[in-house]
């Protein structure tokens, strides 16, 4: 049987990196798409909300439950003091070389492994909650990429078109500057903000 508090990490970097794989086979992305239109399209074709609100809630919906997520199945308080354990060796050992004491510098190597050890559970704790969020959140992108326009397409329509700030009107699907296109900038700023308000309400703290 395989370890899952020592694989389990492994196993969710793998996942991971085969659902990002994903985006790359079209019938996938168009199933699961299409899957996901039964459910949001009426929103858009019957209630008639506009697109860039669709983003606005989609991108609320990722912050609420990857803040969820993350509450659960990370362990902040650990982090945290690891975090500070990590900042008192490293001051402790930088002036431990820096005054010349081989003996205590001998002494704090020897806890450099574990320290270093704390650090990699730390990391490694991260994994599977990165990949709940990415099964999650994988669908709703599938679908925005069915609903949208090609990227590049510059024709503004209501609903399909929003004002950004230094930019003016453009349309979701246009670039809104280099090579990223307005709708994932929008979906970003929504989601960063979004987040921010909900882990606060929830009392989560940060990566």
């Given amino acids: 049987m395989v370890d899952l508090k020592k694989h389990g990490p492994t196993i969710a970097l793998l996942f991971t990196l085969l659902v990002m794989l994903s985006y790359s086979v ?27 609100v669709m983003i606005m809630i989609l991108s609320g919906m990722t912050g609420l439950y990857s803040s969820l997520v993350q509450k659960y ?86 609903g399909n078109s929003i004002v950004m700030p230094f930019i003016g009107a453009v349309s979701l699907s246009s670039f809104a500057f280099w090579i990223v296109p307005a709708w994932i900038l929008w979906y970003m700023l929504c989601s960063l903000t979004l987040s921010q308000v909900i882990r606060k309400a929830l009392n989560i703290g940060g990566l």
Wanted: net charge neutral; glycine share 6%.
């Fill in 26 to 52: 079209e019938w996938i992305r168009v199933t699961v798409g299409s899957a996901m239109n039964v459910v949001l399209g009426p929103l858009i074709d019957t209630l008639g909300v506009p697109f860039f």
């Fill in 73 to 158: 199945t990370i362990d902040y308080e650990k982090m945290k003091e690891t975090q500070e354990k990590m900042k008192v060796f490293q001051k402790e050992f930088r002036e431990a070389q820096l005054s010349g004491d081989e003996k205590r510098v001998k002494k704090l190597q020897g806890r450099q492994d574990r320290m270093m050890q704390d650090q990699l559970d730390i990391s490694r704790q991260q994994f599977t909650p990165m990949a709940i969020i990415l099964v999650l959140s994988v669908p709703i992108f599938f679908w925005l990429l069915l609903r949208l326009p090609p990227v590049g397409t510059e024709t503004i329509t209501i």
